[in-house]
């Protein structure tokens, strides 16, 4: 059964930094591409970024490039979001997921994590 499970989530202050993991099974992370979404409360779900499996290619959305970096780890089946620069509008929840193709569509997602709260106060 294809697992992703979500770690490292919590409350942090505006300009800080958080770091999410995201453990995958083997047969989910050899094949697929990893993305990272979030949904703030009443709001729809956003894409934040993607990584592929093979390159290590990252894509972002605008709100995020050059304060969120994705990155993987082939040998553990883990992939990292490292938020800096944190702001009271990235609180959300997070959640990884995989997808056959590097994308930034949700509904091209297969597979997809529990989420993870992270809350960045002001």
């Known amino acids: 059964q294809v697992q992703l499970v979500e770690s490292g989530g919590g409350l942090v202050q505006a300009g800080g930094s958080l770091r999410l993991s995201c453990a995958a099974s083997r047969h989910t992370f050899s094949n697929y591409a990893m993305g990272w979404f979030r949904q703030a409360p009443g709001k729809e779900r956003k894409f934040v970024g993607v990584i592929d499996w093979k390159f290590g290619i990252d894509l972002y959305a605008d709100d995020v490039k050059g304060r969120f970096t994705i990155t993987r780890d082939n040998a553990k089946n883990t992939i990292d979001l490292q938020m800096n620069s944190l702001k009271p509008e990235d609180t959300a929840v997070y959640y990884c997921?995989?997808?056959?193709?590097?994308?930034?569509?949700?509904?091209?997602?297969?597979?997809w994590g529990q989420g993870t709260q992270v809350t960045v106060s002001s």
């Open positions: 997921a995989a997808s056959p193709k590097v994308t930034a569509l949700d509904t091209e997602y297969e597979y």
